[in-house]
């Protein structure tokens, strides 16, 4: 069976997904309100700061506001399509990925298809904040707009590469169980230090942020050339490869992972 087939089948259970959440609106309406409010206070925050003292180790207000949005639509789209990846601690310990593994499917493709979460109050959010960012530094003479794709090719990339992580992290659930702890560090965590300037933090966490937990490549790096024409035309290149080998690295430790896992009834 081919990649297409596969595809459309994932959407069809999308379809399915969506049907069963949307039985309780006044939830769904609810959660994007509050998800989006919070957001929304948090950049508020940071811009108070930076609009009392100007600039941050030389980052203005817009190219903070340009990192925080990236990262917030990467993650948005990771989550709206993976969402229960982030969960799979919850089908290790109540027994459900039993149930999923009795389906006529790859077990990832049914993890990630249930419970589709829709962020609209995030993806609006987080592109308020970019396009007035981008508008900011365009009016100013920092960028062109030649920024406008290469930044839509940045949130792909990096939401493929929050997905790798969120999915390095669930299977390690296959031999710990409990990962709260370590989704806590390696996504919450590490995907709200990089909504800053890494030229802030030591040069220790600066290394995690990039090679251990490489969240630093889903906005941090890429806006280096794109925002300030630094390092050249070859990071957008190399902002693919590293996705690319993170999402075949976290996909082989899933089919391992998968292999070792013995239910709850074993």
């Known amino acids: ?70 990262m917030t639509l990467s993650k948005a789209l990771y989550r709206s399509f993976a969402n229960d990846v982030h969960h799979l601690e919850n089908y290790l310990t109540s027994g459900d990925l039993d149930q999923l593994l009795t389906r006529p499917v790859p077990v ?29 530094m365009m009016q100013a003479g920092q960028i062109t707009w030649i920024a406008v794709p290469f930044t839509f090719l940045v949130i792909f990339t990096g939401a493929a590469i ?19 702890e370590l989704q806590t560090l390696t996504e ?7 909504r800053y300037p890494l030229v802030l933090y030591p040069v220790w966490l600066r290394s995690i942020l990039l090679v251990v937990i490489p969240v630093g490549f889903v906005n941090y790096v890429p806006s280096l050339f794109i925002l300030r024409g630094e390092l050249g035309s070859w990071v957008l290149l ?22 070792r896992y013995q239910s709850t009834g074993s």
């Open 108 to 136: 990832l493709l049914a993890l990630m298809s249930q419970n589709f979460r829709m962020m609209p109050g995030e993806l609006l959010q987080g592109g308020f904040i970019l396009t007035w960012a981008l508008h900011g």
């Open 188 to 194: 919450d965590a590490s995907q709200t230090a990089v």
């Open 238 to 259: 190399g902002i693919v490869l590293v996705a690319a080998v993170c999402l075949f690295a976290s996909m082989k430790l899933w089919t391992f992972g998968m292999s």
């Open 1 to 70: 069976m081919n990649i297409r087939y596969w595809l459309h089948l994932y959407f069809v259970l999308i379809r399915s997904s969506v049907r069963s959440g949307m039985q309780y609106k006044m939830n769904f309406l609810l959660g994007m309100f509050l998800a989006a409010g919070i957001q929304i206070a948090e950049f508020l925050m940071i811009a108070i700061v930076l609009n009392k003292f100007g600039a941050v180790k030389g980052w203005s207000l817009y190219e903070v506001g340009y990192l925080f949005a990236v």
């Open 162 to 180: 929050l997905f790798a992580i969120g999915l390095t992290t669930a299977t390690a659930g296959f031999w710990l169980t409990r990962i709260n």
